[in-house]
């Protein structure tokens, strides 16, 4: 008898804690990363923009608003650090963009962000813009990790007609031509509906079909708000009172993403997927000044290494975040998505080259230190700026230039001398900023129509190295390398070693064979 009851009682206490087991077990959140384009400091309603973004505030107030999180200041980098988790010296890419005749993609040998979720058991989606090569298929999403694809592979395209045009170099000649795919397959019909409600549409179908026995990663890559300056005039109508023509459509490209953003949060909630939901959104790069995007109170814009090109707008929302409605400024880099991501999976990075981002879901979510204490930008000895850095007050491009040349060095002749300071680059560590060489348009523009008293936009002359302290000076208006020699010395020895194991840039010349006059589309034509 008594044999019996210490049965039961084993039995009864092994139920007990197998159902314990379960309770704890939860399953692999949902993640959702929405990645705008072109989206500036200045754009958002949370920073004081004149636009209106009613979803990303209250989204982002809901979760965790990140006020020291760092991109690239162009498409290609940002999303190939996203996409691999390590810095673009480390794949050859770290020169400018990939273009539409370029044959060349992300390395075959770089394990991809969404093949780690596939491998921990996710069902992986994309939609939007790729943007990471697509001369051969095996560059393409659905060979780089995603179960399905739809959107476009160049960089950018008209809004409704879908189209492409480039100009083929080796052909003395502009081709235009459909940019869109569904999987590996060009998507035709679709012309004369608005990409971001396109993208948003396809994205919430995504929801709305997913089989709940996996859990979801989908990756939405907006075209919003690259140009050109194209947006149904419903979304214009609001803003009227904004007298610069090209802020004032820019302001209706942006409220029609916020409310594509809100849609697909919405659809997450509607089949109950929220709950169980992380979801980051992010720009790619600062905004474009000449295309009505506006970074202000920063220095700098798209195409540089100030902190208008690179301090980016992101935010990390769901009821899985911990504490929730603050205000993160701990160092966090659009590479630490990679390895934050994938454990949050549950998943592994062993199977990835060495990472430079770090896991930083803890630094997010629970508000602790950033494991990040150092960020380099980038090195670039190749580095051209392809537009015009003027402003109404500031003269020309080319006396800025000269500026550059004219104070040289100046006091730093005792320098780290294994350095090139001409070269473009830029890193960060704490609250350091070095930048040496020419790094992009040095300007600051206040929003069109906007006098800022007390704040001059024209900068001082140029210096091939220079020194700021981001956390008191973010605007980058007090140059401090003569005070800090030792600090400048340390980020000069960090630049040489990165550039030491840097790869050979690639960056190759057009490929006449690119040409989509034969099948109308651009794609792969290797």
């Given at each position: 008898m008594r044999g019996i009851q210490c049965t039961i009682m084993l039995v009864i206490a092994t139920l007990l804690l197998l159902n314990a087991l379960r309770v704890e077990a939860k399953p692999p959140p949902n993640i959702v990363f929405i990645l705008a384009d072109d989206f500036g400091w200045n754009d958002v309603g949370y920073h004081g923009s004149e636009i209106k973004t009613p979803n990303l505030d209250s989204l982002s107030a809901k979760g965790v608003r990140l006020d020291n999180y760092y991109v690239q200041p162009l498409c290609t980098p940002s999303r190939n650090q996203l996409m691999t988790g390590r810095y673009q010296v480390h794949t050859g890419m770290q020169h400018q963009i990939i273009w539409p005749c370029q044959p060349y993609c992300v390395p075959l040998g770089e394990k991809m962000l969404p093949q780690l979720m596939r491998d921990a058991g996710y069902a992986t989606h994309m939609v939007g813009k790729w943007h990471l090569g697509m001369y051969k298929k095996d560059c393409l999403?659905?060979?780089?990790?995603?179960?399905?694809?739809?959107?476009?592979?160049?960089?950018?395209?008209?809004?409704?007609?879908?189209?492409?045009?480039?100009?083929?170099?080796?052909?003395?000649?502009?081709?235009?031509?459909?940019?869109?795919?569904?999987?590996?397959?060009?998507?035709?019909?679709?012309?004369?509906?608005?990409?971001?409600?396109?993208?948003?549409q396809r994205a919430a179908s995504i929801i709305q079909q997913h089989k709940v026995n996996k859990p979801l990663f989908l990756y939405v890559a907006l075209q919003a708000v690259h140009s050109p300056l194209e947006v149904p005039q419903r979304y214009i109508a609001p803003y009227g009172f904004i007298k610069d023509k090209q802020r004032r459509v820019y302001a209706g490209m942006v409220s029609a993403m916020d409310e594509a953003v809100g849609n697909i949060s919405r659809a997450l909630q509607d089949v109950g997927l929220w709950n169980n939901t992380v979801l980051i959104f992010s720009t790619d790069n600062g905004g474009q000044t000449l295309e009505g995007g506006n970074n202000w109170p920063l220095r700098g814009r798209k195409w540089s290494l100030w902190e208008g090109?690179?301090?980016?707008?992101?935010?990390?929302?769901?009821?899985?975040?911990?504490?929730?409605?603050?205000?993160?400024?701990?160092?966090?880099?659009?590479?630490?998505?990679?390895?934050?991501?994938v454990n949050l999976a549950g998943g592994s990075t062993n199977g990835t080259k060495q990472l430079d981002g770090f896991n930083v879901w803890d630094t997010i979510s629970k508000g602790k230190a950033s494991p990040r204490l150092e960020l380099l930008h980038n090195i670039d000895p190749l580095y051209n700026d392809i537009?015009?850095?003027?402003?109404?007050?500031?003269?020309?491009?080319?006396?800025?230039?000269?500026?550059?040349?004219?104070?040289?060095?100046?006091?730093?002749?005792?320098?780290?001398?294994?350095?090139?300071?001409?070269?473009?680059?830029?890193?960060?560590?704490?609250?350091?900023?070095?930048?040496?060489?020419?790094?992009?348009?040095?300007?600051?523009?206040?929003?069109?129509?906007?006098?800022?008293?007390?704040?001059?936009?024209?900068?001082?002359?140029?210096?091939?190295?220079?020194?700021?302290?981001?956390?008191?000076?973010?605007?980058?208006?007090?140059?401090?390398?003569?005070q800090h020699p030792n600090v400048v010395n340390l980020l000069l020895k960090r630049l040489e070693h990165y550039q030491k194991e840097a790869l050979p840039i690639t960056f190759p010349p057009d490929d006449p064979g690119c040409d989509p006059e034969r099948t109308g589309a651009w794609g792969p034509w290797e």
């Open positions: 999403p659905t060979r780089r990790g995603f179960d399905s694809y739809f959107g476009y592979l160049t960089g950018s395209e008209q809004y409704y007609t879908h189209q492409r045009c480039h100009f083929i170099t080796p052909l003395n000649l502009t081709r235009c031509a459909l940019d869109l795919r569904e999987g590996e397959e060009v998507a035709s019909g679709y012309s004369g509906i608005y990409s971001t409600e396109l993208f948003a090109g690179v301090r980016g707008v992101g935010f990390v929302t769901g009821p899985l975040v911990e504490q929730p409605g603050n205000t993160n400024g701990e160092l966090i880099h659009i590479s630490d998505w990679l390895p934050t991501l537009a015009p850095c003027t402003a109404d007050n500031t003269g020309s491009e080319q006396k800025i230039l000269h500026s550059l040349r004219r104070v040289s060095l100046g006091p730093h002749q005792d320098l780290h001398p294994s350095f090139n300071v001409s070269i473009h680059a830029a890193i960060r560590y704490g609250n350091w900023k070095l930048l040496t060489g020419y790094p992009g348009c040095p300007l600051w523009f206040p929003p069109p129509g906007v006098v800022q008293e007390g704040a001059p936009s024209t900068p001082a002359p140029l210096k091939q190295v220079m020194l700021f302290n981001i956390n008191r000076d973010p605007e980058e208006r007090h140059e401090l390398s003569a």
